[in-house]
């Protein structure tokens, strides 16, 4: 299991952009395959990106491509989701998560596929 604490959340203008980060506990970082959720009000959480573990691969849902990019830092157990180009519609709780069910040379989208989560950060876009 892996602790998870995001951070870097706040008010952004739409156009603009933020970084959230997500730090994890534990030596083996590398061996869990990443994710980006969000939820935003009365919705249900849906993927937003994923990593593999070693940062070769990555994953987008359609509505973020060509303005979100992830990344992680092994060395800093640190997991990152720059948001350039922002969208009222972009406004969420963003979450973080980890699994080691499966290997971590792939990519995964699904909810249940992640056993551990963070507490979220709220990412706020106004119009």
């Known amino acids: 299991q892996v602790q998870l604490v995001e951070s870097g959340g706040g008010l952004v203008q739409a156009g603009g952009s933020l970084r959230v980060s997500c730090a994890a506990s534990g030596r083996t970082f590398s061996g869990y395959a990443m994710a980006w959720f969000r939820q935003a009000p009365g919705k249900e959480r849906e993927f937003v990106a994923a990593i593999t573990g070693s940062g070769s691969g990555t994953y987008y849902t359609d509505s973020v491509k060509g303005r979100f990019t992830i990344s992680r830092d092994n060395a800093k157990n640190t997991v990152y989701l720059q948001m350039n180009s922002v969208k009222p519609e972009d406004t969420a709780v963003y979450y973080c998560?980890?699994?080691?069910?499966?290997?971590?040379?792939?990519?995964?989208?699904?909810?249940?596929?992640?056993?551990?989560w963070g507490q979220g950060t709220q990412v706020t876009v106004s119009s």
């Open positions: 998560a980890a699994t080691r069910k499966y290997s971590a040379n792939f990519v995964y989208s699904r909810n249940i596929d992640y056993g551990d």
